[in-house]
């Protein structure tokens, strides 16, 4: 089989819960303290799975990281804490958090087509600037280093040193005319976000790049807009997104945002930027309703798909301006909406929750690519084991942990993955 473009998403753990651990994230702050809907939350990102297999299209899966997570807790000495103390009880939070369901964050990828040796590279990000996401990567790395077994075909790296920022395929995008033909890879990075924290470093993304063998005339660095950090896009998936020869952005994504097109169309002149204008979509409604933290994708048919949440769907700003885009026979001829409503209650959208590979899938490990029986299999495992419903105030909890970690263990098990226990 050639290879293809394999979007893998982060099953929703059964610890998801809102505890508001994200600096910059809106959605994240705005719901913290909030019950949460594990159960529901997961069964909700399978669907989601389930609707772009419905496509015609190659879906993986990632299970959930342990959690919650020993060694961050024998690390901070927190196995018993003193319960007035908030910030002891956030930093527990962190340990119980469920954030490596957003796998567009789980490392940033370059297909063999990009790469002087001609193999699938895969760098770990290493997600230093939040407390509750730098602990993943060490447990990514095991689960990539599993699903990408084949050396001959893949490269698994470590993450980059930690004084450099990386928060992986979130800011990292690729263009091209095919997904099987070599890539003009970009790489969006931050200096600024007002009282917000930049989060993806310059020198990380050059990092990437080394790691990767890629070839510096197809490769672009781009400052992200402080603007838009400070505006709630910690990440450049919540202002853009790009898709073969398609990059679909907000005006005010970038610091140069002319600058940046030129860049673009000189080394891909098949290159097609559409740009939606602030007079048409403000900053903060693109950011409320992460249009841009969409799926863009090739379907089978040739045609480009825009896989958005409900909420981007429901906000009259950008369903008028979808569909003006839609009636005007632009590159992207379909707008798909899907309910992930608890993902986004949590900062994350349909483009968080997935990380997109070009590789054959034969030479993946079947046991982390997805069809119907197995998502069948999943959707029983949650229904059993996930917990129903988690308040921020339990987090902690013996009988809660106890809950949460048999689940995790019952879904490995069902999925013939107990190297990852």
């Known amino acids: 089989m050639p290879i293809v473009e394999i979007n893998f998403d982060g099953l929703v753990g059964p610890s998801h819960n809102y505890a508001g651990l994200?600096?910059?994230?809106?959605?994240?702050?705005?719901?913290?303290?909030?019950?949460?809907?594990?159960?529901?939350?997961?069964?909700?990102?399978?669907?989601?799975m389930r609707h772009n297999m419905g496509l015609g299209l190659v879906q993986g899966l990632f299970a959930p990281l342990p959690r919650p997570n020993p060694v961050l807790l024998d690390a901070l000495g927190l196995n018993a804490i003193d319960e007035g103390d908030p910030a002891q009880r956030r930093l527990r939070a962190a340990a119980w958090s469920a954030s490596s369901m957003w796998t567009a964050n789980a490392a940033t990828v370059s297909p063999a087509p990009d790469t002087a040796d001609g193999r699938c590279h895969l760098t770990a990000a290493n997600l230093v600037t939040m407390p509750h996401r730098s602990q993943e990567w060490p447990d990514t790395v095991r689960q990539l280093r599993l699903a990408f077994a084949d050396t001959a075909h893949f490269a698994v790296h470590d993450a980059v040193p930690a004084c450099f920022g990386d928060e992986g395929a979130a800011n990292h995008m690729r263009m091209c005319v095919a997904h099987d033909?070599?890539?003009?890879?970009?790489?969006?990075?931050?200096?600024?976000?007002?009282?917000?924290?930049?989060?993806?470093?310059?020198?990380?993304?050059r990092a990437v790049a080394r790691l990767h063998g890629l070839d510096p005339a197809r490769c672009l660095f781009i400052e992200q807009s402080g603007e838009a950090i400070a505006a709630g896009a910690f990440h450049n998936d919540v202002v853009a997104v790009a898709n073969e020869r398609v990059l679909f952005t907000?005006?005010?994504a970038f610091a140069d945002p002319e600058g940046t097109y030129a860049a673009i169309r000189t080394k891909l002149p098949q290159a097609e930027i559409v740009v939606v204008p602030a007079s048409a979509v403000s900053l903060a409604d693109a950011i409320q309703s992460y249009l841009f933290n969409a799926q863009l994708l090739t379907l089978p048919t040739g045609e480009m798909g825009l896989v958005i949440p409900l909420e981007a769907w429901e906000m009259p700003s950008v369903r008028s301006w979808?569909?003006?885009?839609?009636?005007?026979?632009?590159?992207?001829?379909?707008?798909?909406?899907?309910d992930v409503r608890q993902s986004m209650a949590n900062g994350g959208g349909p483009a968080c929750l997935r990380l997109r590979v070009v590789a054959d899938p034969a030479t993946i490990d079947p046991r982390f690519l997805l069809d119907e029986a197995k998502a069948a299999l999943v959707e029983r495992v949650v229904a059993a084991h996930w917990p129903e419903q988690i308040d921020p105030a339990?987090?902690?909890?013996?009988?809660?942990a106890e809950s949460v970690i048999t689940a995790r263990a019952a879904l490995l098990n069902a999925l013939n993955l107990g190297e990852l226990s």
Do not use: C, W
């Open 181 to 205: 033909a070599p890539g003009l890879e970009l790489f969006v990075y931050g200096k600024t976000g007002g009282a917000f924290p930049a989060r993806q470093h310059e020198q990380a993304s």
């Open 394 to 400: 339990d987090l902690g909890s013996p009988a809660l």
């Open 250 to 252: 907000h005006e005010q």
């Open 322 to 338: 979808l569909n003006g885009m839609l009636a005007s026979n632009g590159p992207i001829r379909r707008v798909l909406p899907v």
């Open 22 to 48: 994200s600096l910059g994230n809106l959605a994240s702050a705005s719901h913290a303290g909030e019950a949460s809907y594990p159960r529901a939350a997961a069964l909700q990102g399978i669907a989601k």
